[in-house]
């Protein structure tokens, strides 16, 4: 529960970017503190996804900040509590594409793992289950979905061996898909579009995975509330974000399965919003400036 002060204290500074003046970063602050999930994930069911959702928003700000050594110091910080962190990996590949990014700076995520076992490997566990145990993990749940609101919701639990091996493959295409088509744009990232491909990377990883859990869904609680202040007339894609992902904690079959239409919906509509995956947007937004002008 103290991190979720230290999540929603980032996410001020995040919107702080923004909004150099005024009450907006206070308003970031407490929309998050006061987060239903937010609210459910620490308070109620005592789980920790805070703790590396923090560090994801951590890294988006020291991106944020030009600052690319704490950026990935904090993903590595991220990755070496839940493998989940890797939901934020499409936006590294990006900006490591467009050279925002070194790759000789990479090797601080390992090296930030490594350092985290080391007191657990000291006080006894065996150091080859401490490297592995996110393999290890892979396989202790045999559902296509548990709990999230996501495409697999509507496909049997018994084709399981089928389905997860073609949504693996069907995944890894479109992440490479998303990436070169950001990659050939000749657009800048600026800061609203690092934080509209942040908010695609995390709401797009846990909605088209297989074997996700409700809990999944929380870096994009995070990062879409972070979307709303930077966008403020699509204010509604926090509001469908923080609903879907509601419902999966209240356990409700038919409300998760419902919820994940208009899930994928405002991840559609997100990625149709960025102009660096959709330039025809921004061509036909230049012309009618044209014409005003």
């Not at 503190?33 to 920790?48: A, R």
């Not at 025809?280 to 044209?290: H, R």
């Amino acid at each position: 529960m103290t991190v979720d002060f230290l999540c929603a204290f980032i996410t001020y500074k995040i919107v702080r970017l923004k909004y150099p003046e005024g009450r907006k970063p206070i308003f970031a602050f407490l929309v998050v503190i006061l987060s239903p999930t937010v609210i459910y994930n620490s308070s109620l069911w005592g789980q920790c996804d805070v703790i590396y959702t923090t560090g994801l928003i951590a890294c988006i700000y020291f991106l944020s900040i030009q600052k690319e050594i704490p950026a990935l110091l904090s993903f590595g910080v991220a990755l070496s509590f839940k493998l989940q962190a890797m939901f934020l990996a499409p936006l590294l590949l990006i900006l490591l594409l467009k050279k925002r990014i070194h790759w000789y700076y990479l090797p601080l995520i390992p090296a930030v793992y490594v350092v985290t076992v080391l007191p657990p490997w000291l006080m006894g566990r065996p150091i080859l289950e401490l490297l592995l145990v996110y393999f290890n993990q892979a396989n202790k749940y045999k559902e296509l979905a548990k709990g999230a609101p996501n495409l697999y919701q509507w496909i049997p639990n018994q084709f399981y061996n089928i389905v997860v091996p073609i949504a693996l493959a069907l995944t890894i295409c479109a992440i490479f898909l998303l990436v070169y088509i950001v990659y050939k744009s000749r657009l800048k990232i600026t800061q609203d579009r690092l934080i509209n491909l942040a908010t695609i990377s995390v709401l797009f990883m846990p909605y088209i995975l297989p074997k996700m859990h409700e809990r999944y869904f929380y870096p994009a609680d995070i990062l879409s509330i972070i979307f709303a202040f930077y966008f403020p007339r699509y204010f509604w894609v926090a509001i469908v974000v923080q609903m879907a992902s509601f419902f999966g904690y209240l356990g409700t079959p038919v409300f998760i399965q419902l919820f994940s239409i208009p899930l994928g919906f405002t991840l559609w509509f997100v990625v149709r919003k960025c102009d660096v995956i959709y330039p025809k947007l921004q061509a036909e937004f230049s012309s009618n400036i044209d014409r005003k002008l």
